[in-house]
Every structure is written in structure tokens, then in C-alpha cells.
């Protein structure tokens, strides 16, 4: 998935989920960018916060309003690598790189950021404070919701084209999956097709 979001070359390496471990991972990395996920929480046993702090580094982002995925973080190493910590439930930790890697990249690689399309809301409530996102199917460029949406749940993800984004005021957009061929139709089309 990252290389499909323009990273080009990707390690994985896979690490304990001790804060040990996890240190002398960051510490010695040569990545331009850091991805983890787990451990983003606040909880005794999440460490990644923790180890950012202790090894010198700086927390830029601790926590964000949206659902799933609240505990992403974006942090810099002592060395000012970016590191972006994804949730641990795995339809959150999608959610969240598609929500923050794609900047992330594109600002490294001194590219504009892209905007994501205006779109349908697939019948998404609005929550009072946070943005909501839910795996849709696009059908004719209208977004359905797939169903199986809860942040540990990867049914839902698997026929999805893509999220729709619902803020708390503003307008629906779509973050499509990368490689899909996912144009939803413009939000104005889809509310009077919708009416009719």
C-alpha cells in the first residue's frame, strides 16, 4: 500500500511490542519515513509516544478527531525523521494511512497536496466533534456503505473502493483506494440525482 502511494522503496521490519525494542528500531533506521502500527494509545502498554519522547524526539500530532483511528500520532525522531503511528485495530490504521500518508509523501517529495473529491455521505450520521469514516463501494460514482465498518473489522475494507470522510460540518469526501479506478460523481450531481 505505501508503494502504491508513491514511497518507493519499503522495508518491513517487524518488532516486539516492548518499548525496548521499538526504541532501537527508530534509532536505527535510515528510512525517510517511519511507519508503525500499534501502540499509539495512551495505555500502559503503548509505547510508541513514550519512545518518541524518551529518545529525543518530538510528538507533532498526538491524537485526532476522527473515528476510527483517534490515537494516530505524527511524531519526528531525534534525528527529524517523520513518523507516522497508525492504530492497532486494522480497519483504523487503513483509515489513517490513507487519511495522512498520501501528504506526508507528496510534501516530502516537494509535491502539492492533492485534494481529495466532494462526494455523496452514504447515509453517514454526522458525529457532533469527530469526522467519520466508513468504507463505501462506489456504484455509477455513488458511495454505499460496505457494512463491517467497526475499527477491527476488515470485511468491510476488503469490496471497498474507498472511504467516505464525513466531517462534523462541511463536505463528504471521498479518499479512494490507491490503484482503484474510484471518481466518485460531484456532491451537487448526487444530491439531486438522490432527490429525484
Do not use: K, W, Y
Not at 88 to 100: H, I, R, V, Y
Amino acid at each position: 500500500l505505501l508503494r502504491r502511494l508513491g514511497a518507493g522503496t519499503v522495508r518491513v521490519r517487524r518488532v516486539a511490542d516492548d518499548a525496548d525494542s521499538l526504541a532501537e528500531a527508530i534509532a536505527t533506521s535510515a528510512a525517510h519515513l517511519i511507519v508503525t502500527t500499534g501502540g499509539t494509545a495512551a495505555g500502559r502498554s503503548d509505547h510508541v509516544r513514550r519512545v518518541i519522547v524518551a529518545g529525543g524526539g518530538e510528538l507533532v500530532v498526538a491524537g485526532v478527531a476522527m473515528r476510527p483511528g483517534h490515537p494516530v500520532l505524527l511524531g519526528r525522531s531525534v534525528r527529524g525523521t517523520p513518523i507516522l503511528g497508525l492504530p492497532g485495530n486494522p480497519l483504523a490504521a487503513f483509515a489513517c494511512l490513507l487519511s495522512f500518508a498520501p501528504a506526508l509523501l507528496e510534501g516530502m517529495a516537494g509535491l502539492p497536496m492533492s485534494e481529495p473529491a466532494a462526494c455523496a455521505d452514504a447515509g453517514v450520521s454526522r458525529h457532533p466533534r469527530d469526522t467519520l469514516l466508513r468504507p463505501v463501494r462506489l456504484q455509477a460514482g455513488v458511495p454505499s456503505l460496505t457494512g463491517h465498518d467497526g475499527s477491527a473489522m476488515l470485511a468491510g475494507l476488503a469490496g471497498s473502493d474507498g472511504f467516505v470522510v464525513v466531517p462534523p460540518d462541511g463536505v463528504p469526501l471521498l479518499l479512494p483506494m490507491p490503484g482503484a479506478d474510484a471518481v466518485a460523481q460531484p456532491a451537487s450531481f448526487v444530491a439531486s440525482s438522490l432527490s429525484a
